[in-house]
């Protein structure tokens, strides 16, 4: 096969693999980034590999970085830009099921592409276009299959996070796994517990995002992966119950882990120990909770206060998970209901403390505190104007209210 227009990201790494072959070697674009561009999707890393050995890599540009020698990475610095060049290689041993115990350098471009994954990742391009395939790659491509590259039980003891990469292919490219693919993940599930959850998460996260989530599901469920993930082992229905949703399509993140707590009926606290076993972001963890706020709460006459509590992001996660979940509240209605709040911060409060000590003469304290959040949750709500001149007075009367003075705001 012949890619008759290369891609510019390819285009500006061209003159590194020319400078590579001028020297007396063989250089290649590889991996997902050739398939990618065969299937007419954005590249996202431009990974070469070449027959020269890292010294020799080193020995032809001038500005180079060890980055992973050890495993023949050097990273090839480029008018700005960083190119990883990984010489050809064969591993051995992987006693951890992760790493390799050796790794042996090959002038064989054959040599290292059997050593990948799946067959449409093994995938070479030259620099002229042409598509070097010795595994059936492109037939996989055409034909919409997922398919290891050999033995699929040997691929899944070299790396048993291949499994996960599997499945997350179904869901992401909308291929289907062949059938002996698909029974060597079922026998080996087991390793993915040597595997550690952020690379899990990682695969899982691009899972749920993908074209075809709910066949990247169905896989994931057949083959048991799920029972090796974090706090997955006892959900089987709930996570079939995600899977059976008409309208899957889910836009970052944030919807997958609020998707999945929504489902599982996690209470706050057990949001908090679920995401921390899946190593997420303590960011992500509290969005989380924030959306959960709105979900729980889904009525046609859905409080503003908790959309305003919830912020931006939190609500436009919850609008869509309104609508793929099919509850009550429309997500139109929801983004409605946030548009219309009178302010969206705290900040954006026509006075503040300062406003207080100096107009009323009040002292710091919980009772300024008790003040200020009144006149915020009454702006929220629509019962004051966000007017400076309005909020003092009733700052004056809640001041009186509270029996607060100049001399005291306790």
Request: net charge neutral; proline share 4%.
């Amino acid at each position: 096969m012949q890619v008759e227009k290369i891609p510019q990201e390819f285009m500006v790494a061209l003159p590194l693999l020319q400078q590579i072959r001028a020297a007396g070697f063989e250089a290649y674009f590889v991996g997902g980034s050739v398939r990618d561009t065969i299937l007419g999707l954005p590249i996202h890393d431009v990974d070469i590999a070449t027959s020269a050995y890292p010294a020799e890599i080193k020995a032809i540009f001038e500005r180079t970085v060890d980055t992973g020698i050890e495993h023949g990475t050097v990273m090839v610095l480029d008018h700005g830009e960083g190119y990883e060049i990984t010489t050809f290689r064969t591993e051995s041993g992987y006693q951890d099921f992760r790493r390799p115990d050796k790794v042996e350098f090959v002038r064989s471009l054959k040599e290292d592409l059997k050593r990948r994954d799946l067959t449409i990742n093994a995938l070479a391009l030259a620099p002229d276009g042409t598509v070097i395939d010795m595994f059936s790659g492109l037939d996989d491509l055409k034909n919409k299959t997922i398919r290891a590259v050999g033995d699929p039980t040997e691929r899944f003891f070299e790396d048993a996070l291949r499994m996960m990469r599997t499945v997350r292919f179904a869901s992401q490219l909308d291929f289907k796994i062949e059938p002996q693919t698909l029974q060597a993940i079922k026998a080996n599930a087991h390793l993915l517990e040597k595997i550690a959850v952020e690379r899990i998460q990682v695969e899982w996260i691009k899972l749920l995002l993908g074209k075809n989530v709910v066949q990247g599901l169905d896989a994931f469920l057949e083959t048991k992966l799920y029972k090796y993930c974090p706090q997955f082992a006892t959900r089987e229905q709930a996570l079939r119950k995600i899977a059976k949703l008409p309208q899957l399509k889910l836009a970052d993140e944030l919807e997958c882990w609020a998707l999945l707590a929504y489902v599982f009926e996690l209470t706050p606290k057990q949001v908090r120990s679920f995401l921390k076993a899946w190593k997420t972001s303590n960011e992500i963890s509290t969005e989380v909770q924030n959306v959960l706020a709105i979900l729980e709460q889904a009525t046609s006459d859905l409080d503003p206060l908790v959309c305003y509590h919830a912020k931006e992001r939190a609500t436009k996660a919850a609008s869509h998970l309104l609508d793929i979940l099919q509850l009550p509240l429309t997500g139109a209605k929801l983004l409605q209901t946030y548009t219309a709040l009178p302010i969206k911060d705290k900040a954006q409060l026509a006075l503040n403390g300062k406003d207080l000590l100096q107009t009323l003469g009040l002292k710091p304290g919980p009772g300024l505190g008790k003040i200020l959040n009144t006149l915020e949750q009454k702006v929220v709500l629509g019962e004051l104007a966000n007017d400076k001149t309005v909020l003092l007075a009733q700052a004056e009367k809640l001041s009186k209210e509270l029996n607060l003075d100049a001399n005291t705001s306790n």
